[in-house]
């Protein structure tokens, strides 16, 4: 943000100090987890509140290139307790240690099976009866990687130096996250120094933050962006993105910082220059073309839809249609029903949602301290599994949320929108769902078909979101009897 305001134009150059620790790595750890990088940050300062980023930080990086700490696990220690040279080897499951925020060893097969992160990563090393563990010259434990650290090296707000380890399936996205890391903790304050690790065949310093370089076609930028900036202008526009820029022989070479592993093509370099330039500076302009556009039949349904249910006092919300499977499993809707995302960078968008009633009860739970009642909709895509195919819908759901909300109200709004949208009557007789509350819930029927849920939500789910008022609900499927396609 620094360099975008132009508070900070210098180009951002780390400094790597030598440091003799060495990380020796053992032969029998090439079939489990065989790369490992490493750095110590020197003389930074930790507080309770920068701790949590620091971990937060390590956490994305977990879910992101990390995949879930399946390609690479990072361990962050306090370096002071540690008696180098440090060791990166395997051990069998009846290794015993103290894990993070315990007192009392256990073995790796206990961790395994009994702590909640044993049960979570678990499976990455499920197929090795040998387990990948970093331990000191004293044979004191830092990290059983992926899946915990030891004790002894826990962080405090009294920690000033760190040590940094980073295991992987991959050198590269070791690097990677190693680059990251270290960049981030410099830019905070912190003095990077350098780690050796000596595998049997080759040794190597970390971090590596050389930079990479690209030659940027300018031509190609221009025709994305409808601009025709000088080369000095996309030079100061580069550099507000903390890119540095070289003129070769009319061309623009970009220094590309080690921890942008992101910029992979010309058109990476472009976003950066847009950035740079400002996105609020494009003037949009009418391409041209001899056809006519017109409002989609369907957007027209959808845009009364929407009209009427504003005038019933509604707000609409928007949510992503990629979901937590935590969000699923706290409002008891089928796992299995739900399309899941293979090696997705967040847990947080794992699963295509089969329902937007998880997704409404989640925007009120980050709303309890607004006024009450609550009323909100969203219209969007649902997604049902059914064997191999993966069907989509157009959705509707509905809540209201206040002191005294009841299945009556529920129904006289699910009544009115229908009325009031295209004279459609409907039926509700009773049916039980996990959702809602025994006998205040019911189907919604249009011509004897089903389209939709309505009811009381759970006091056990409301609980688990951290509400503290009744919640009423329906959802109804507008592809079926309501809308025209």
């Not at 780690?195 to 940027?216: A, E, R, W």
């Not at 847990?347 to 949602?353: G, P, V, Y």
């Not at 980050?366 to 191999?388: A, H, V």
Request: aromatic share 6%; net charge negative; with cysteine.
């Amino acid at each position: 943000m620094n360099a975008f305001l132009e508070f900070e134009k210098s180009w951002p150059d780390y400094n790597i100090t030598k440091n003799d620790l060495t990380i020796h790595v053992d032969q029998s750890i090439k079939n489990v987890r065989p790369y490992i990088t490493s750095a110590i940050i020197k003389n930074i300062i930790l507080d309770d509140e920068s701790i949590r980023q620091l971990i937060n930080m390590q956490e994305d990086l977990h879910n992101g290139i990390g995949r879930k700490r399946r390609k690479v696990s990072i361990g962050i220690h306090n370096f002071d307790v540690i008696k180098p040279p440090v060791y990166y080897k395997t051990v069998d499951k009846n290794f015993s240690f103290v894990p993070l925020n315990s007192k009392n060893k256990s073995t790796i097969h206990e961790i395994l099976t009994e702590t909640d992160t044993g049960k979570s990563y678990g499976s990455i090393l499920s197929e090795s009866s040998l387990y990948p563990i970093l331990v000191d010259s004293s044979n004191g434990v830092l990290s059983f990687p992926p899946i915990i650290n030891g004790d002894l090296t826990r962080l405090t707000s009294d920690t000033k130096n760190l040590f940094i380890d980073v295991t992987s399936t991959n050198l590269e996205s070791a690097h990677d996250a190693l680059a990251v890391l270290t960049s981030s903790l410099s830019d905070a304050g912190g003095q990077i120094e350098s780690v050796n690790v000596n595998y049997s065949d080759i040794s190597i310093v970390t971090p590596d933050l050389s930079n990479t370089s690209m030659v940027m076609d300018l031509n190609y930028a221009k025709s994305l962006l409808g601009i025709n900036p000088t080369i000095n202008e996309v030079q100061a526009c580069l550099l507000r993105s903390r890119m540095k820029s070289i003129i070769e022989n009319e061309t623009l070479k970009v220094m590309i910082p080690r921890y942008r592993f992101d910029i992979l093509h010309q058109v990476d370099l472009v976003e950066e220059l847009v950035i740079g330039y400002g996105l609020y500076n494009l003037s949009p302009t009418v391409p041209k073309s001899s056809l006519v556009g017109k409002t989609n039949s369907v957007q027209k349904q959808l845009d009364s839809i929407r009209h009427t249910l504003t005038g019933l006092g509604f707000n609409e919300v928007k949510t992503f249609s990629l979901i937590s499977k935590d969000l699923l499993e706290r409002t008891k809707i089928p796992i299995e029903s739900s399309p899941r995302i293979i090696d997705t960078k967040s847990n947080e968008h794992e699963f295509l949602r089969n329902s937007l009633i998880p997704s409404l009860l989640s925007t009120l739970s980050k709303n309890i301290n607004n006024e009450y009642p609550q009323k909100i909709f969203e219209m969007s895509e649902s997604f049902q599994k059914l064997g191999t195919k993966i069907n989509e819908h157009m959705n509707l759901a509905m809540c209201i949320a206040h002191s005294s909300a009841n299945f009556t109200e529920c129904k006289s709004n699910l009544v009115s929108f229908l009325r009031q949208y295209n004279k459609i009557e409907c039926m509700t007789p009773s049916k039980s769902y996990p959702i809602f509350i025994d006998g205040r819930s019911a189907d919604i029927l249009v011509n004897d078909s089903k389209v939709g849920i309505i009811g009381e939500i759970s006091p056990e789910i409301i609980q688990s979101f951290s509400l503290r008022t009744p919640i009423t609900c329906f959802e109804i499927n507008l592809n079926s009897k309501i809308i025209s396609t």
